[in-house]
Each structure stands twice: as C-alpha cells, then as structure tokens.
C-alpha cells in the first residue's frame, strides 16, 4: 500500500476547508489532510511540513491562487498544484495555464474530488524516482516542434487567422496537443461532449483563447536548444502521428463509441510523450542513449530507459498525463501500450488500437509490410477475443497512412 | 424667402478641417474669406463688412478676446463658434455674450451650414432694425455728432441722455434736459405721461415709428423709438427723431409735377381710341417712338389692339414695351371713355427687371444648392404651404416635390406622423426658436417603419407677419438601431460580467454545501450501523443475555466510525449548511429584485432595500479590497422609482467606490479600505452618500466626471459611461440631483438626493428640451 497522501487544502473561506475535511474524513486513512486560511500561512505551513499536493482557491485577498502556486512551484517543485475556483472563465484559465496541473471549479462532486485525489495517490508508485517525479511535476509544458509552433504563431498573428488550420497543426504535434487536451478536460470549462480530438478540441478553445497563450510560454514552447534539435525529434513526432493515424482508423472500424476513436487518436499521439520529457529534460543522456544503440543496432529498450533515467518513455508519459488531468482511457493506453496484457480489461479500448497500431506502424516503417509479425501482444489479443483481427487492422491502417500521404 | 444670397462670410480657423468647408461655403453661393488668427480677423473687418464670422480656434481664450472685439467695435456681423462642449461652457462664460451662435463639436458639416444660413437670416433681420441704438448708446462719437436728435430715457421717464441736436433744437443745455422727467421737460403741459409719445417703445427689437408735428419746432417729424433690454428686462427706451420737413416738402413738390405732365420724369402719352397721338410729354418721346409708326402720329401694331382693348372695356391694362439703348419701360394704358382717349403712364423699370433678373438666377442657384444637400430640406411660407422639398426629402420619403409644392403641408400625403410635425411647427411659432424632434415615425420608401430626426426653423418671411419655416431633418433609422443593439449588447455585458461574480458567489457555499452534506450521508451510514448494534444490544439486555462479544463489535464499530469526531462535527455541519443555504437564498433573491425584469414604470421602492440588494448582488466586486459599513434610517419611507434603472445607479458607484479603493490597496494584501453607505431623510428629500476610502478625484477632472465617455480606467474596466448614465437616470427620470464632495488622498462620497415625491410618469421631456436648447 502507498503511504498516505498529504494535502494541503487552502481557502480564504473557513467553511470550504471545514466542509472539504469532512467530506474527506471517510479517506482519513489515505489521506492526511491540513487547511491553511490564505495563500502566506499556505507557504508558512509548507516551509515546516512535507506536502505532496496543494489544491487552492484562486481569488484570495492578499495572495491569490496565481502567486500561491507560482511560488509553490519554485520552492517545492515536486508537489502537485491543483485549482479549485468559483472563478469559472476562461480567463482564469489563461492565468494559470502550467501553474495548475489541473483545474476544478466549485462546487466540485465529493466523488469526482475523491477519485481524482486517489488517482494522484497512485502516480508514486508509477515512477519510483522522486528526482524525476520532481522533475516532472516542475515541468510546465513539454515543448512542440519548432516548425508546428513557428506555423501556429505565424498562423495566429496573420490579418486573418483560422481556427482549422491552427487545430490542423495542434492534432500534428504531441507537445501541442498534450496542452490542448488538457485544458479542454479542466474542470473549469463546460467540457464538450463527446471527448474531442486535439483538432475539435482546438477549435472548441476558440481563436481568442488560443491567440492569448500561443506566446506564453508556460502554456506552449519550442524545442530550441541547439542540442535538443540534434535528436530525431522529427522522427517521434512522425510516428506518434501514424499511429494516431492508424488507431484512430483501426478504432472506427470497430464501430466503438465517438469518445473512443477520439480518445484512441488522442492516445496515439501522445503515447510516446515521455520521449520528448527525456529529449527536453535530459538531453546529453538521451542522445548518448539513442546514439549507442544506434551504433549496436540495437533499439532503446524499456530496461535502456530504466537504466539511464530511472523511469520508462511510457511511465514518464502516464505520469505527466495522469498529472495535467488528461481522461483515463488515454492515460492506460499510453501506460501499456508496450504491454497490454497487464491491463485488467478485455474489451476493445484506445489502448488495443494504440498498442495495435504502434505495431503495425513499426512494421511498415522497418519492412514495409502490413503484416505484423513481431511486437504485438498475442496473449492479450487472444485473452480479449480480438487476434483473428490483426490481418484486417493492418489493411485499414496501410490504407490510412496511404490516404495520409496523398493528401500531404 | 430670401435664405442665402450673396453674403460675405469671414472664416477664423486654424484648423484644416473647418478651413475645408470654406470651399463649400463659396459653392453655396457666399463669398468666404478665411484668415488663420484674431489680428487677421480684425484686419479684415475693418476693411469688409461681413454678415456672418465663422469662428474655430484651438484656444478658448482667442476665440473669447475675439467675440469681445466684434462686440466693443460694434460690428453688426453674427458670430459662430465652433468649438467642444467644454470649451463652449468657457467661452459662455468669459464672453458674457449672447449674440452669437454656437456649434458644438464634432459637427455634422449640414449642421454647420444651418447654423450659417440661420446667422445669415439673424443678420438680415438685423439689418432691418435702425442699427443706431447700439451705436448710440456704444460709440460717443457718432452719437455727438448724428444729425438727428436723440434721447434716452429710463424706464421711469427720466431723461439719460441727449445728443447736441435735441439741445440746438429746444435752444437749452444737456443739464436742462438730464435727469428731468421728459413729459414735462419736452412735450410740455400739452402731454400726460401716459400720452407722452415717448412713453411707447417698440416691442422685440422692433422700432415703432411715429410722425407727429410740432409749431414750436417748426416742421413734421419722425420718431423711432426702441425699448432698450438687458436680457429680457426692461432698462428704458431710445427715441431718435428725425426732422422730416423737407421729406414733406418734396412729397408736395411730386404731387404737383402730377398736375403739370410736361415736368413729369416719366412718360405721358394720350392717344385717340383710333390711336391717334393726341400729347406727349417730352419723356415720353422714346416710348412714342417705339410704339407708332414712322411718322410717330399713329399707334401701330400690337400698340393698337391694346388701345382698341382699353377702350372697349373700359379697364386699365398693362404692359412693358422695349425702347431704344435698351430701355424697359412698363405702360399702363388708362382709358378715359367719356373724352374718347387713353392716357398711357410709363415707368422706366430697366434697373429693376435688370435686378429681379439677378435676383431669379441667384434663386435657381440657391434651390440647386438647397437640392443637393444631403438631409430632408422642406421650405414652407408662413400659410405652412410647401415652397421647397428638396431631392433628399423626395428620396427619403418617397414623396415627389411636385405632389406637395404649393400645398399646405397638412393637406399633403406624406407617410409621416403629422401630429408630432404639427406640434413642433405650433411651438416654432409662439417661441419663435428652433425646434428639434428626434423621434418621428414614417414608412419609408421600402415599406419599412423608421425615425426621422427633424429640427424646424423659423424663417423670416417678407410677404407676411408670420414666420415660414425651414424643416431639416435627417433619416435617423439605422443609427437608432445601432444604438439600440448597442445599449443591449453593453447591458448584456454588465450582466455577464456580473454574473460571474454571482456565480462564484453561490459556488462557494454549494461547495461546503456539498461536501457537508455527503459528509452527513457517511455519518447516517455509520450511524444506522451503529443503531442497529444498539438495537442488538437492548434486545440482549431485555432478555438479559448480554455477550462480551456484542460489547467488544459495538466498541470496536464506534472507534471506526470515530464517534466523537462525528457528535462535534454533525452539529457544526448543519449549522454552516443552514447558514450556506441562507447566503444562497439571499443572493438568489438580491438577483431577482436586482434586475426587476418587466418594470419599466415606476414602482414603490424601498431605498434601504435597494441598497442591500446592490450589495449582494455586487459583493464579489468590492470583498477582496473593501470592508462594507452601512448605517441606515430604518424609517425611511418607499418612493416611486424605476427599480432596474435605479439599482444600476447604485451597482455604478458601489463598483466605481470598490475601484478607486482597488488603486490605492492593491490586491488586499496590506489592508483593506472601507465603503460606507448613509441613509437619511429630511421633509422632502433621501439622501444617500456613498463614501470610499480610494485617492479621491483629482481637481482637474473634477468637472469631467460625469460626462459620457470620460473615464481613467484601463480599457476593459469601464467604458466611462456608468456616471454619466447615473446622472441622467438620477436627474431626469426621478427628478433628484447626483453630486460628490473629494478629499484628495481620503476618499470620496457621492451624495444622490431623491424626492420623496417623484413624478410617477417617466420624463424625457427635459431631455428633449435640452437637445432643442443646443440646437
């Protein structure tokens, strides 16, 4: 069992803090809890005492949310920082973005605060180190690619900018589309149903909400160290768009839920962000990783990634996207895309076309055949009723990466 | 109806903008002569005599010292000036002068072109008045030396003033004459006061003339008298009176050349009814030459007929015949039957056709203009018959000018509200000032309803006593909805952004609400378990079979349940709940009396209550930097308000007090500042004050804070209309006043005072009035 969680809970109203310790007395085993009446006696508190996640009001006389979190951020790096606000705009959104890993508005459901928090609880044993849980949890965005973010500025500060083609180059960029679809998933939006893509997602932000962040920095960033862009960024991005590509496709044609095939795409795109953590993060370390198994003709193994970070691309990735409040399902499907047959479910999910159409892609890619023979998780297949099917899921992802290219 | 002709218009500017209409002035048909600065002006002005003097200068004080000048130098031109509405305020003010007329900026260009042609028409009028009083009472000079005697009287009857040619004429001395009551001293015994002639003054400005002749004087005279007016105050009159003998003399003297033909200037011929010359006086030779044949012994031709004509009916008739050199000459041809000849009477009328000529050209000239600009341009005469409906008028209410020329304009089918025109055009004529109404109705072309904005103007109109009018109106449709949409879009916005606030209102106590609430639902679980377990427990105890073990379950499921935490906590979250579903309830209330949706009379309103429910309507607006006191007089009476309009006004300073507390403590950190909110009532008036503990308002713009669009505040935190909106609510829909008192660095309080008594009906009437006062 993972220790307890502890929480620090700040409001500048007693009864919000009264009411959130009763309501959360049920979890007094998981969860240790302390209230702090305002944002200076939340940091005093913090200076004598160990938290693991502070969750505060925004608007508070004195220090509000905004400076509260930001200064969070600084002295204790490896908390996790979450919102909660009657403040419900847009706005205040936009103040907070990579502040907040995630946003609530008041009044939140007991069960969904519950859950969120127990979800949270959880991440500790995702990735052992706490330098790199530290590391991640500082992280306030994970960086685009140079190109897709030059395209989206040049793209938002035209005479005439369009929503569709800003959305086009957001659904082609993991880093872009990590943010967007965290945002779109915050609490303080009234969340559009069903689950959008990264594209729908986009343009549900609206013109005005992107124009504002587009330049800040802790909402979108480019790669731009010169080092960073020595390493086959390029090459991640491509693949993660294939397979989104490809499960996005593979879903469809299982007919499953709208939610599903977006959260499927979603998934696919994002399901080697821990990459680009390393890339950003750890550069030197990652192109020493990368370039000595190039030299062994050898790929980077999970064990590889262990070894020089203490923590796999997938566990990195899960982590983060558990963190920014990103839906479950795409979560799970980035968490074991490597290795399905530990998940507990046996239906069709993003996490079957996710981890189908990484291998489908990879097979492509190196032998140019659709036929998968290696990397697919068989057992898992076989346990869910759905291995017959990997013949068909390779002609429909040939076909979409095809349409793909012809329209590039 | 003269309305422009050749005037001489001089431009003062020194702006590019103003200096740019001079082109159209001149294709108007004026003459405009334009100079940068005052000592230009007054250069020209003595050399030119202008009608109008169009005045735009950047500084208020040049534009002051020049209006000065034009007055001290008696220069009969109408000034204009141009200039802001603040300026205007200084300008009224330093100038002490009334004469002149004002365009407030920005100006539409038609609005200065009636403007002008309104000064063109003052100056006309003017000229009409002797022009000697203001010279008489203004420039010593001319008044010692004017030629016709002159007295001043005050309103009392004592005498003034005289100049040296009443004193030559009575043979005495000004100190005979000052000071003595005039009925005694110039009309003698022979005159009671009441008869005195001096004692009647013209009315208005207008000179009343009398003719009277006196033996002891020696002659026949003529006295124009003018009452004399400071404002609209009686000081007395001014009596010029001209000796008008020789006038007399010269009248007999024409009289008689009737008698003799043969001195008459003008032609006189007699003619036979067979048109045989009989005479001709020896002006008459052109005409006889022009109208008889080669031996100038016989009417020929047309000449002829006319003769034949006269004498068979026995009827004067007219007609102009040409003469040599170009000469024009009108005939009058008058038979005399019983004696068997016609006289014909001649007039040389060469210089007046030549004139009405001109006149007719500048007039098609003038119809040009006036059917080229772009508003609704309608002429009547004083009978309120069409004299002019220019192209615009046709285009903008589909009505063709040849359908209404001539007619009386009530009788003309014109898809408008004529009761509003009708009204509008009765009051030009008993005030006889312009008139403006913003809101008639009318189908336009198309079909579709609209608004007209027009502005009516008396016009001097020769023929007769009464004015005529120059109607200008413009099609006022598609800004009015803009402003509509405009007004509804900032409301909504208020609404919006006040919502908000609202919201994060309630979301605070549904949150504890909640949490409490499922906190309460775990309890009962733990609770009914533990119930049940003592329910057990008396069953054994009845039944005295009491286990060790149901003691230990129950003690054990008590400290899981962790039972005294719950006995202290239950009551507690029950309480705050109350109190949160109470604070809910309040605000949900405070919204709905807040907005009155649907009240747009006025209804019974208690100001106390108003006042809470601003304050919690509002209260996320002003809680994070201001504490809120507020001391009410509990017996203050209801009074008719507009609720909606009202709570605005509160909302308005309630938020603007929370601002200017917000400049000076920041975001609370250091202290928060305090609004305090007074009631009271006297007799016959609410006072409510409204104070905060901000920086106050600076001095200089002290004087600005309630016009429209003046704000300090960054963009996106007011628009600068809320006081200017307040104002007008307070003042014009419930008749109350709006002021502050500010203590720089201390704060400042707005002080609104209500009636107790308001009108019940809503009133835009002042409003009107006060548009109708700048046009």
């Known amino acids: 069992m993972s220790p307890k969680l502890s929480i620090l809970f700040v409001d500048d109203e007693p009864r919000i803090l009264t009411g959130l310790r009763r309501m959360l007395h049920s979890m007094r085993n998981e969860f240790d809890m302390s209230l702090a009446p305002g944002g200076l006696e939340a940091l005093q508190i913090l200076d004598s005492q160990t938290f693991d996640l502070i969750l505060s009001d925004m608007r508070m006389p004195g220090m509000d949310g905004v400076a509260l979190l930001g200064e969070v951020r600084q002295r204790h790096p490896h908390m996790i920082r979450i919102a909660l606000s009657g403040q419900a705009s847009k706005e205040t959104v936009l103040t907070s973005v990579g502040l907040a890993h995630q946003y609530l508005a008041k009044p939140c459901d007991a069960d969904g605060l519950k859950a969120t928090l127990l979800r949270l609880s959880d991440l500790q044993n995702l990735v052992e180190s706490t330098e790199l849980r530290k590391i991640i949890a500082a992280l306030p965005t994970v960086p685009a690619l140079p190109s897709n973010y030059e395209k989206l500025k040049a793209e938002s500060e035209s005479d005439d900018p369009s929503i569709t083609t800003m959305a086009e180059i957001v659904q082609s960029d993991p880093g872009l589309a990590a943010r967007v679809t965290q945002l779109v998933s915050t609490a303080f939006f009234a969340r559009p149903h069903p689950a959008p893509s990264p594209y729908d997602g986009t343009v549900f932000l609206g013109m005005d909400v992107l124009k504002a962040i587009v330049t800040d920095a802790s909402a979108f960033t480019p790669f731009d160290d010169e080092a960073v862009l020595q390493l086959p960024l390029q090459v991640i991005s491509g693949h993660s768009l294939h397979v989104a590509l490809c499960a996005k496709a593979i879903a469809q044609a299982e007919n499953v839920e709208t939610d599903l095939v977006s959260h499927a795409f979603t998934a696919g795109l994002l399901h080697d962000i821990g990459k680009f953590v390393f890339a950003s993060q750890f550069t030197s370390k990652y192109q020493s990783l990368l370039t000595s198994s190039f030299e062994a003709g050898a790929i980077v193994t999970d064990r590889n990634e262990l070894d020089a970070f203490g923590a796999t691309h997938w566990q990195v990735g899960a982590f983060l996207l558990s963190l920014w409040g990103l839906p479950e399902p795409i979560i799970k499907a980035v968490e074991l895309h490597h290795t399905p047959k530990t998940s507990d479910c046996c239906q069709f999910s993003p996490l079957t076309a996710v981890h189908v159409a990484d291998a489908i892609v990879n097979e492509i890619d190196s032998t140019n055949t659709s036929s998968v023979t290696v990397g697919l998780d068989m057992a898992y297949l076989d346990r869910s009723g759905l291995a017959d099917k990997t013949g068909l899921w390779g002609e429909i992802a040939r076909e979409a990466l095809d349409k793909e290219s012809k329209s590039v | ?775």
């Open chain 2, 1 to 775: 109806m003269r309305i422009v002709g050749q005037h001489h218009i001089l431009m003062v500017a020194d702006n590019q903008a103003t200096v740019s209409l001079a082109t159209t002035i001149e294709r108007m048909g004026m003459i405009c002569t334009t100079v940068p600065d005052n000592q230009a002006a007054i250069d020209k002005m003595r050399l030119v005599d202008f009608d109008v003097i169009l005045i735009d200068l950047s500084e208020t004080h040049m534009t002051c010292d020049l209006l000065v000048a034009i007055e001290q130098t008696a220069i009969e031109a109408i000034p204009i000036v141009l200039a802001e509405t603040t300026e205007m305020r200084g300008i009224v003010n330093a100038a002490e002068f009334e004469a002149f007329e004002f365009i407030v900026k920005p100006a539409p260009e038609s609005v200065v072109f009636a403007t002008l042609l309104k000064a063109v028409k003052r100056r006309l009028a003017l000229q009409n008045i002797p022009a000697m009083n203001r010279l008489a009472t203004q420039w010593q000079d001319v008044f010692e030396a004017f030629p016709d005697m002159i007295i001043v009287l005050h309103e009392d009857g004592r005498i003034l003033r005289v100049n040296p040619a009443i004193t030559s004429q009575m043979g005495c001395t000004k100190d005979d004459l000052i000071d003595q009551q005039c009925h005694e001293v110039i009309c003698g015994d022979t005159h009671k006061p009441s008869q005195c002639p001096f004692n009647h003054a013209g009315q208005g400005g207008k000179a009343l003339l009398t003719e009277f002749t006196r033996s002891d004087w020696d002659g026949a005279f003529e006295m124009a008298s003018i009452a004399l007016m400071n404002g609209s105050e009686n000081t007395g009159s001014l009596h010029i009176i001209r000796d008008i003998t020789e006038r007399h003399r010269a009248q007999q003297e024409i009289a008689t050349l009737a008698k003799f033909p043969d001195e008459n200037p003008n032609p006189v011929i007699r003619v036979s009814a067979t048109g045989k010359l009989l005479y001709t006086n020896p002006a008459g030779t052109a005409v006889l030459t022009a109208m008889s044949d080669d031996s100038q012994q016989n009417v020929s031709g047309r000449w002829l007929d006319m003769i034949h004509t006269a004498m068979s009916t026995n009827q004067s008739s007219h007609a102009e015949i040409e003469c040599a050199q170009d000469r024009l000459f009108q005939l009058e041809f008058s038979p005399v039957v019983e004696a068997n000849y016609v006289n014909v009477y001649g007039l040389d009328i060469t210089e007046q056709k030549q004139a009405e000529r001109q006149l007719k050209r500048a007039d098609s000239r003038n119809r040009m203009l006036l059917g080229s600009i772009s508003s609704v341009l309608i002429g009547l005469d004083a009978n309120g018959c069409v004299t002019f409906w220019n192209k615009n008028a046709q285009k903008t209410l589909g009505v063709s000018d040849d359908q209404v020329i001539g007619k009386q304009l009530c009788d003309c089918e014109v898809p408008w509200n004529f009761q509003q025109i009708s009204e509008g055009l009765a009051t030009v004529l008993t005030e006889l000032t312009p008139a403006r109404i913003d809101d008639i109705t009318f189908t336009r072309p198309d079909n579709r309803s609209g608004l007209l904005a027009i502005t009516i103007n008396p016009i001097k109109d020769e023929s007769s006593d009464k004015p005529g009018y120059l109607i200008l109106g413009r099609d006022i449709t598609d800004r009015k909805v803009l402003e509509t949409q405009l007004a509804q879009a900032k409301k909504l916005e208020g609404i919006g952004q006040l919502a908000a606030g609202i919201a994060h209102e309630i979301n605070t106590p549904m949150q504890y609400l909640g949490d409490n609430t499922r906190f309460l639902q775990g309890c009962f679980d733990d609770l009914s378990k533990l119930l049940s377990l003592h329910s057990d427990l008396l069953a054994a105890a009845r039944e005295a079979n009491l286990k060790p073990d149901l003691i230990g379950q129950l003690e054990s499921m008590a400290a899981d349940a962790d039972i005294e935490y719950l006995m202290e906590e239950i009551p507690k979250a029950l309480s705050q709940s109350l109190d949160g579903l109470g604070q809910v309830t309040r605000i949900v209330r405070a919204m709905r009396e807040f907005s009155h949706p649907g009240v747009e009379e006025k209804v019974l309103v208690n100001i106390n209550e108003a006042i809470e429910t601003t304050i919690t309507v509002c209260r996320n607006e002003w809680k994070y930097v201001a504490e809120m006191e507020t001391d009410f007089q509990g017996d203050i009476g209801s009074i008719l308000c507009l609720p909606g309009e009202l709570h605005q006004v509160l909302l308005n300073l309630i938020v603007n007090a929370a601002h200017a507390i917000e400049d000076i403590v920041g975001d609370g950190s250091g202290g928060k500042g305090t609004i305090s909110i007074q009631t009271r009532q006297d007799p016959d008036w609410i006072n409510i004050r409204i104070s905060d503990t901000g920086g106050g308002i600076p001095e200089e713009i002290a004087s600005k804070v309630f016009d429209p669009f003046f704000t300090t505040k960054d963009v996106g935190r007011g628009t600068g209309q809320g006081l200017a909106i307040s104002h007008a609510v307070i003042t014009e829909k419930h008749g109350g006043t709006i002021t502050f008192e500010t203590d720089q660095g201390k704060g400042t309080t707005f002080i609104i005072r209500l009636p107790v008594t308001i009108e019940s009906s809503g009133s835009a009437t002042d409003k009107e009035k006060e548009l109708t006062n700048v046009a």
